[in-house]
């Protein structure tokens, strides 16, 4: 790939939270670029499978070879690709920014990640209750105790529950527990950092790492996932009335939790196409 090809991709998928904030306030609405090639496919690689642009094997912002552990994902990496049109938008790219950010962050840096996990379950969203209303009281029971019971049950990590905002302090067995959990999750070899980027993405989009399990572990659904981190936002919205710009940012949001749930199913045993 050429240079200005390469620059392009190192400019346009880097993760938000690492650009440069003085480049950016002297380029805030830079132009999509064009797009530079005829067709997206894969190849074999070592280790897995790599995205071909025209033939040429595609970088990281970094100038690591994208290769990734199964053929499905390959091929839904270069669907991406494929799709743009006469310009390139990274945002219709949930799946290339997040292999990016595991080739070039998550694989070097495994245990701050884990460690990252382990404290989000320390504050887990679904502890958190409201006395009141009943109604959304109700709504948070229903969505979020068999998730609890999830992590009571198969994860062995009995949590405390809290009202309100005030801090609970998790049994420190039950937060051994989850990190027990996290760690048999991600397991070793090649396909560790992707399974584990995922979960760290799922985690941070819902606030709750036993949600992220729950998902990644097959013992919910991505639509219920995503209903049961919005409950609050849901009875918000059905108390004040639909936010045109929430919503919007919600199904961006969505975008990238449908992604990390794709990467997670796809290296889980290899891919149903591996």
């Not at 560790?192 to 013992?219: C, D, Y």
């Not at 936010?243 to 290296?267: G, H, I, N, P, Y």
Request: net charge negative; aromatic share 6%.
């Amino acid at each position: 790939m050429s240079d200005h090809r390469s620059d392009f991709i190192a400019d346009f998928f880097v993760p938000e939270s690492e650009r440069d904030p003085v480049k950016a306030a002297r380029d805030p609405a830079r132009p999509l670029p064009r797009r530079f090639y005829e067709e997206a496919t894969i190849g074999d690689a070592d280790g897995g499978f790599s995205i071909l642009l025209d033939g040429r094997p595609v970088n990281t912002p970094a100038r690591r070879r994208v290769v990734v552990p199964s053929r499905e994902l390959a091929e839904a990496m270069a669907a991406e690709w494929a799709a743009q049109g006469e310009k390139i938008d990274p945002a219709t790219m949930p799946l290339t920014k997040l292999v990016n950010t595991t080739i070039d962050g998550v694989a070097g840096q495994m245990a701050e990640v884990e460690a990252e996990l382990v404290r989000y379950a320390e504050s887990d969203m679904i502890c958190y209750r409201a006395g009141e209303p009943d109604s959304l009281a109700a709504a948070q029971r229903a969505g979020w105790d068999p998730l609890l019971a999830f992590a009571r049950d198969k994860l062995g990590a009995r949590m405390t529950l809290a009202e309100g905002v005030m801090f609970a302090d998790q049994p420190r067995d039950a937060i051994d527990a989850l990190a027990a959990a996290i760690r048999g999750h991600v397991g070793e070899g090649p396909d560790a950092p992707f399974r584990l980027a995922a979960l760290h993405v799922m985690t941070a989009l819902t606030g709750s790492v036993i949600l992220a399990l729950a998902k990644s572990l097959n013992e919910i659904d991505l639509e219920a996932a995503w209903r049961a981190a919005h409950i609050d936002e849901d009875f918000q919205m059905r108390a004040w009335g639909e936010d045109a710009d929430a919503l919007a940012r919600r199904t961006a949001r969505f975008k990238e939790m449908a992604a990390a749930a794709f990467v997670s199913d796809s290296v889980a045993s290899g891919g149903p196409g591996a």
